[in-house]
Nanobody, 126 residues
């Protein structure tokens, strides 16, 4: 059974940085993994995805500020967030799908992912 557990969220001032982590268990083989976020009153948004070979895709809203990475030995996924803005405030979720990212219709589409964590809150104040 796949389980994803996020951590690292918190409150930070605009311009600050945070690093989110996602511990994965029950995952073996090739997985596409991603970070999503959901702010009150807004639709869930794909933030970044990473394939088994390390290739990454980013939403335009976070390009140049966020970096997704993973450590296969630790079964962990990370999201380094810099130059944070108040509009980055949201619940951030880790997601995984047992396929190559290239096989998905949209790597930042939430419907493509089978497994989800419970989320970690990020709040950015101005």
């Amino acid at each position: 059974q796949v389980q994803l557990v996020e951590s690292g969220g918190g409150s930070v001032q605009a311009g600050g940085s945070l690093r989110l982590s996602c511990g994965a268990s029950g995952i073996s083989g090739y997985y596409c993994m991603a970070w999503f976020r959901h702010a009150p009153g807004k639709e869930r948004e794909g933030v970044a995805s990473i394939d088994g070979d390390g290739s990454a895709t980013y939403a335009d809203s976070v390009k140049g500020r966020f970096t997704i990475s993973k450590d296969n030995a630790k079964n962990s996924l990370y999201l380094q967030m810099a130059s944070l803005k108040p509009e980055d405030t949201a619940m951030y979720y880790c997601a995984a799908d047992p396929a190559s990212c290239r096989g998905l219709r949209g790597v930042l589409e939430s419907r493509e992912y089978d497994y989800w964590g419970q989320g970690t809150q990020v709040t950015v104040s101005s």
